[in-house]
Each structure stands twice: as C-alpha cells, then as structure tokens.
Nanobody, 121 residues
Framework: VQLQASGGGLVQAGGSLRLSCAAS????????MAWFRQAPGKDREFVAG????????YGVDSVKGRFTISRDNAKNTVYLQMNSLKPEDTAVYYC???????????????WGQGTLVTVSS
C-alpha cells in the first residue's frame, strides 16, 4: 500500500499550489483521506479531511477560504488546492488515508512520504 504525494515546491507569497496524493496497492473504497502538515520545530497538524462521499472539514482556521480539499475516487487521488499562500504555510505536507474521518492522526492508518511546500515572502 502506497500513498504518493506530489506537487510541493517553492512559491512566492500570494501564489498557488495544488498537491496531489495518489493511493495504490489496494482499493480505498469508503476510506477518508486527509492532509496534515508539519512546520519546522512544530507538531504535525490537521489541515483538511474528506470523506468518501465528499464531505470535507478543515482543521486550521488560517487555511479556511484559501485551501480546498477534493478527491477523485475513480483515480484513488486526493487533492489540496492552496491559494493565497503565506510564509506560515511553509511545511511538509502529508497525505493520509483511514477508515474514519477526523482530525486525529491516529484515525489514519496509511501515510504518504510528505511533500515540502516553501512559501517565500
């Protein structure tokens, strides 16, 4: 089972990036998927999650209205569209998959390797 995250990179403040996370090795039918991030020296935090049916939640107040999580179940892929990026969004972003839908890391049994997002001021 693999979750492959991609789409990170260096962007100027105010720019946009779209992260993708493709699942392979098994079917994730019915699974929730999520994005977490970890900034240098900080704990990993829940950014957004999306249930199989498309219901989504956002865990970080500062991303609401700027980030959008979506999924394509036919492709076993989850996306995170990030607009109006700020330097404080700089972090390694991890995708995860699990049988529940919550902001707790323990909910998710499968994790990707992370993709680095750097936002310059």
């Amino acid at each position: 089972v693999q979750l492959q995250a991609s789409g990170g990179g260096l962007v100027q403040a105010g720019g946009s990036l779209r992260l993708s996370c493709a699942a392979s090795g098994r079917t994730f039918s019915g699974y929730a998927m999520a994005w977490f991030r970890q900034a240098p020296g900080k704990d990993r935090e829940f950014v957004a999650g999306i249930a199989w049916g498309g219901f989504s939640t956002y865990g970080v107040d500062s991303v609401k209205g700027r980030f959008t999580i979506s999924r394509d179940n036919a492709k076993n892929t989850v996306y995170l569209q990030m607009n109006s990026l700020k330097p404080e969004d700089t972090a390694v972003y991890y995708c995860a998959a699990g049988t529940g839908h919550s902001g707790r890391q323990s909910t998710y049994g499968y994790w990707g390797q992370g993709t680095l997002v750097t936002v310059s001021s």
